[in-house]
């Protein structure tokens, strides 16, 4: 797994949005509007993942779906910024659709 100097991150939109990402160290990370950079989306996750928390905790289990990388996104109407374990960040690169 490629280290990265940002935090990984699961952000939440009003949308119902459910995200991965990175942010930088020391961003602020109350605004409503954020930049994600190697981003994905979850569309789906399964019981045992345990929610959203849980895709911060250990990140998406086997049976959750999980787009592509995408070199950046933008993220509008942000409703939760949750700081993921290295553990998840690594479930979530390992395969993006388990």
Do not use: N
Not at 1 to 22: A, I, L, N, Q, S
Not at 28 to 38: H, K, V
Not at 44 to 73: C, D, N
């Amino acid at each position: 797994m490629k280290k990265h100097v940002e935090v990984p991150v699961v952000v939440t939109t009003e949308y119902k949005g459910v995200f991965f990402g990175f942010l930088p160290k020391g961003g602020d990370f109350t605004q409503t509007t954020l930049r994600l950079t190697q981003a994905q989306m979850c569309v789906y996750w399964t019981s045992q993942t345990h929610g959203v928390l849980g895709l911060a905790s250990s990140g998406p289990e086997s049976g959750s779906r999980v787009g592509p990388t995408v070199p950046a996104i933008t993220l509008q109407k942000i409703t939760s910024v949750i700081e993921a374990t290295q553990d998840a960040a690594e479930a979530w690169q390992k395969s993006p659709w388990l």
